[in-house]
Nanobody, 127 residues
C-alpha cells in the first residue's frame, strides 16, 4: 500500500517562495508517475506538474510554468514542489499523487486522479 505524506506549505506574501515535500512509502518498481494538483473551492482540480520516476520530461501547467519546479530524490522516495514568485491566485490546497499506470504530460490527470494521494497542504498567498 503506497502512502504519501506531505509537508511544507503555509502563509507567504505575494512574490515569496515555498517548498512542498511529499514522502512516498510502500513504493515499488511499478509506481510509475508522480504529480502535484491543487484545489480551490468552486474550481476544477488543476494538475500542476507530472513526471515519471524513471526520468524524462516534466509536464507543467501554463499557470505555473517558469515559477514552479518539481524535483525528486529517488533514494529518499521524496518529491518536491518548489514554488517561486507566488501570487494570490496560487492560494489553494495542494496535493501530491502517484500512479502505477503509464501516463505522460496532461494525460496523467486521470491516472493520477485515480491513484494514491497525500493528505493535502494549504498554501495561502497574501497580497
Amino acid at each position: 500500500q503506497v502512502q504519501l505524506v506531505q509537508s511544507g506549505g503555509g502563509l507567504v506574501q505575494a512574490g515569496g517562495s515555498l517548498r512542498l515535500s511529499c514522502a512516498v512509502s510502500g513504493r515499488t518498481f511499478s509506481t510509475y508517475a508522480m504529480g502535484w494538483f491543487r484545489q480551490t473551492p468552486g474550481k476544477e482540480r488543476e494538475l500542476l506538474t507530472a513526471f515519471s520516476w524513471s526520468g524524462g520530461s516534466t509536464y507543467y501547467a501554463d499557470s505555473v510554468k517558469g515559477r514552479f519546479a518539481a524535483s525528486r530524490d529517488n533514494a529518499k522516495n521524496t518529491v518536491y514542489l518548489q514554488m517561486n514568485s507566488l501570487k494570490p491566485e496560487d492560494t489553494a490546497v495542494y496535493y501530491c499523487a502517484t500512479t502505477d499506470y503509464y501516463c505522460s504530460d496532461y494525460g496523467c490527470y486521470d491516472a493520477l486522479s485515480r491513484g494514491s494521494w497525500g493528505q493535502g497542504t494549504q498554501v495561502t498567498v497574501s497580497s
